[in-house]
């Protein structure tokens, strides 16, 4: 990194930005736990219970349930700050970019619209997600899979973008998973193509990106769909499966837990 920029070196780090950095003989651990004691004692919240996930799966949310109304800022700052758990990122990986993206068909009770969600890695841990409402409701759910097909494409677009400004060309295809047949063959099928024009034509640029090998959409298991999590609540197995996919864990089951 000094070879190419004009930096100091002040030995190894260990926190940034509230951010805690562990480097360990096998991996770099990166966490949040000091920002979240901070935001659990800034809101009254420090002696409060942890939960195993954030939402309960059967509950439906929606604007009018008889409340009182929510502070949302208040809700996004408090929700998914998980103490003792942080992402770990392997040494020694290649850095091929993969991306997964998924869907919760028509999951809004109130106006009927999905949630798209998608993460990207490069070879372990996380590195970019995102959890979005989509702006329009889909009539099936090959089109919701499709519309977040595309929004995750315009992601591996800007991340290889990225990668290539810090001398890591990706040379192939982004491989990005999609656990829906359908939305796969409207890319690929010039007929079946014709079959959708009821979509926003916004979002079919995806094929462009396919035929140009920027991205290669791949047929995955739902039950290994890792961006599921960030779609919809899920069952504490689901959600702690998922997690573990995404390279969450919690700091004390680090390997090689020493220090370098």
Request: negative net charge; glycine residues 6%.
């Amino acid at each position: 990194m000094m070879r190419r920029y004009e930096m100091t070196n002040l030995g190894l780090l260990y926190h940034f930005l509230g951010m805690v950095v562990i480097q360990t003989q096998k991996s770099i651990f990166i966490s949040q736990k000091k920002y979240a004691l901070t935001m659990l004692s800034k809101f009254g919240l420090k002696q409060c219970k942890p939960v195993s996930t954030p939402l309960v799966a059967s509950e439906k949310l929606c604007k009018a349930d008889g409340s009182d109304p929510a502070d949302e800022n208040e809700y996004r700052q408090i929700v998914g700050s998980t103490i003792d758990y942080g992402i770990e990122y392997h040494k020694g990986k290649e850095v091929v970019l993969i991306g997964y993206c998924d869907s919760d068909w028509s999951g809004s009770q109130d106006d009927m619209k999905s949630t798209s969600g998608y993460a990207f890695s490069f070879g372990s841990g996380v590195s970019s997600w995102a959890s979005v409402k989509q702006p329009s409701v889909a009539l099936s759910t090959a089109e919701v899979e499709y519309v977040s097909a595309s929004e995750a494409t315009t992601q591996a677009i800007w991340l290889r973008f990225v990668l290539e400004d810090f001398g890591e060309l990706q040379t192939e295809a982004t491989p990005l998973m999609v656990d829906n047949t359908s939305a796969i063959a409207m890319t690929r099928n010039p007929v079946f193509h014709q079959k959708i024009k009821h979509i926003n034509g916004i979002y079919h640029f995806i094929r462009d990106a396919l035929q140009e090998g920027v991205v290669d959409l791949r047929y995955c298991k739902s039950e290994e769909q890792a961006a599921d999590i960030f779609t919809k609540a899920l069952s504490k197995d689901r959600f702690n499966y998922l997690r573990g996919l995404l390279g969450v864990k919690p700091v004390n089951n680090l390997e090689g837990n020493v220090e370098l």
